[in-house]
């Protein structure tokens, strides 16, 4: 494996992840400001988020070199 490969398997792995955890813990803003969007989250936690989701990419990704690397499913066709 390639250290592009293991780089762009990480970031696939960290955008399907940020999904997952953005919705939780978001709770709607209560002040009706004109202009606003009535569902916009009143503490968005971004930067958690992100770190959250770095937790749990990196755990994922090392399970994958795990993996990869002892060929369990065979994913080497050109050796």
């Known amino acids: 494996m390639s250290w592009a490969t293991g780089i762009m ?3 696939v792995i960290w955008w399907t992840v940020i999904f997952a955890v953005l919705p939780l813990g978001v709770r709607r803003a209560q002040d009706d ?3 606003a969007d009535r569902g916009a989250p009143a503490r968005p936690d971004l930067l958690r988020k992100a770190l959250i989701t770095t937790a749990i990419t990196t755990v994922l990704w090392l399970i994958w070199f ?5 060929d369990v499913f ?3 066709l050109g050796s």
């Open 9 to 11: 398997v990480f970031i």
């Open 33 to 35: 400001v004109r202009g």
């Open 66 to 70: 795990v993996v990869w690397g002892l």
């Open 74 to 76: 065979g994913l080497r």
